[in-house]
């Protein structure tokens, strides 16, 4: 009996590998979530634990949305100003770059995944979230429409600065936005940032001319 | 050799659907409609007889009753919380908690369970070839998978919440959901968090909203039509983990035992239709 209860022990640790855990597990706290996570992946390459990890910005956003409730003032406060302080303009002061490789950029999802080749040139994958031309029938809709967004905005300097920075780190302007901060989280290069900013400014870009 | 040919049918099926499902792409907006509908309507065809997930489910009863392993011997002896033997109605009564185990257990942690201490098969040994590829055929796994969850077929879900480790479970999975890491920011709930949104043509389901999160979870197993294979849970989460750009999880780990708590409590009530037809 006592044989059979050790084999079953054994047994289950082998099984899921967990054998940091004493079970049953009944702990439910933040600590808890963060070992149980940590204990749950595997590292392919690049793609570390590392990545589990949140950032004090990240973990706000998290908890806020797990309870529903409103972000605090000053907590937004913070948050906003971190974000814009983590924004680098463009080192010539030339905010656009070209159209056609933007768009490329826009239709491309890979990047930063395990799966992806190590090293591969990261997309933005706007597509998936916003609609940009008229053309481009399979965009998403978390984001609102960019559909002539140069335009209607026309391209004043204060337009183009609040792109610049809403591509760079969008939490500059909406705490805890769900869209990734390119620049800042080194998704994509100052380059590519111009590239995309000319796919949504450029009159000749299939944004506005469609 | 029956079972080989169960097993590729599927495939051609896919090929045939795809063609039809992505033939319709003419540059409008009515086009992402229409691309819905032809998908749903594939869907209610193959409903009234011919889901090719289906197939698996009469394969993977075969591997049940098929003795197997060092031990020789079937799964018939399996509990899945509701007594040896019994495998009618227990999948939507999971995850929960197994005091043989001392733990809480999704289905497929379950199963796997009962292949190591029934079979005497090394979890080790099978755990990197569940999954199929694209393309490929659906393997055993998803077979006997696709089986357990078709014998709940009608019932609703009814995951417990009783024990103290079934709690803990449901509390951490919810914290998972919303947790934001990696370099994306990326959690479940961004693209999981609210209703009637969309990745490009393909619909998300509101995980939050019961009629979506029970729409969600009972069509799981699915027959993934873009892949030709049935996909599990365990599948799925792995692969939007992927997507979130995070490091891979693992299959039958802690963490996504608690997730697919979370997520079949908020399921609860629904209807299990599995296998269900996906993209």
Redesign the interface.
């Known amino acids: 009996m006592k044989k059979l209860h050790y084999a079953?022990m054994i047994?289950?640790m082998?099984?899921?590998?967990?054998s940091a855990?004493a079970?049953?597990?009944?702990?439910?706290s933040?600590q808890?979530?963060m070992t149980?996570?940590k204990?749950?992946?595997?590292?392919?390459g690049e793609?570390?634990?590392d990545?589990?990890?949140?950032s004090p910005e990240?973990k706000a956003?998290?908890?806020m949305?797990?309870t529903g409730q409103a972000i605090p003032k000053d907590v937004m406060e913070k948050l906003l100003k971190q974000a814009m302080a983590s924004v680098k303009p463009p080192t010539d002061k030339q905010f656009l770059g070209d159209w056609k490789v933007g768009e490329k950029i826009a239709q491309s999802g890979v990047g930063?995944?395990?799966?992806d080749k190590p090293g591969v040139v990261s997309g933005g994958n706007c597509?998936?979230?916003h609609q940009m031309t008229?053309?481009e029938?399979?965009?998403?809709?978390?984001g609102p429409s960019l559909l002539h967004y140069g335009k209607n905005r026309g391209n004043s300097v204060q337009m183009l600065e609040y792109t610049w920075n809403k591509i760079y780190n969008s939490h500059a302007y909406t705490a805890c936005s769900?869209m990734?901060?390119f620049g800042s989280?080194?998704?994509l290069t100052e380059q590519q940032i111009k590239d995309v900013m000319a796919l949504l400014f450029d009159p000749a870009s299939p944004v506005n001319n469609e | 050799m029956l079972r080989q040919l169960k097993k590729k049918l599927p495939g051609a099926i896919a090929f045939l659907l795809i063609a039809s499902a992505t033939g319709s792409?003419s540059?409008?907006?009515q086009?992402?409609d229409s691309t819905q509908e032809g998908i749903d309507d594939y869907r209610q065809m193959l409903s009234d007889g011919g889901n090719p997930g289906d197939l698996l489910v009469d394969t993977g009863k075969e591997l049940w009753l098929e003795k197997k392993g060092p031990k020789n011997v079937s799964l018939q002896a399996c509990d899945l919380g509701l007594g040896p033997g019994v495998v009618k109605g227990a999948y939507a009564r999971m995850p929960r908690?197994f005091k043989?185990?001392?733990?809480?257990m999704d289905a497929e942690?379950r199963i796997?369970?009962c292949m190591?201490?029934l079979q005497g098969i090394?979890?080790?040994d099978i755990t990197p070839t569940v999954f199929s590829k694209s393309g490929d055929i659906s393997t055993d796994w998803e077979a006997i998978v696709a089986y357990v969850a078709n014998e709940s077929a009608g019932i609703a879900m009814a995951a417990p919440q009783s024990?103290?480790?079934e709690?803990?479970?449901y509390?951490?999975g919810?914290?998972?959901?919303?947790?934001?890491?990696?370099?994306?920011?990326?959690?479940c709930?961004?693209?999981h968090?609210?209703v009637?949104?969309?990745?490009?043509?393909?619909n998300l389901p509101d995980l939050l909203n019961a009629k979506d999160a029970q729409q969600a979870y009972t069509t799981w197993p699915g027959y993934r039509v873009s892949q030709g294979v049935v996909r599990t849970m365990q599948w799925r989460l792995q692969d939007c983990?992927?997507?979130q750009?995070?490091?891979?999880?693992?299959f039958?780990?802690?963490?996504?035992i608690?997730l697919l708590t979370f997520l079949a409590v908020r399921a609860k009530e629904g209807k299990m239709a599995a296998p269900g037809i996906k993209r």
């Open positions: 079953a047994a289950c082998t099984l899921t590998g967990a855990f079970q049953p597990l009944t702990g439910a933040d808890d979530v149980v996570l204990d749950s992946f595997a590292p392919v793609v570390s634990l990545r589990l990890e949140q990240q956003c998290s908890d949305a797990a930063l995944q395990f799966s597509y998936a979230c008229k053309s029938i399979a965009f998403g809709n978390i769900n990734p901060r989280a080194g998704i | 792409g540059a409008s907006a086009s992402i908690f043989d185990a001392d733990k809480v942690t796997m369970y190591q201490t090394n979890p080790k024990h103290a480790a709690k803990a479970a509390e951490r919810q914290k998972i959901f919303f947790h934001r890491s990696g370099p994306y920011d990326f959690s709930a961004t693209c968090g609210a009637d949104k969309r990745i490009r043509l393909q983990f992927r997507q750009r995070l490091p891979k999880l693992k039958a780990s802690q963490a996504s608690d």
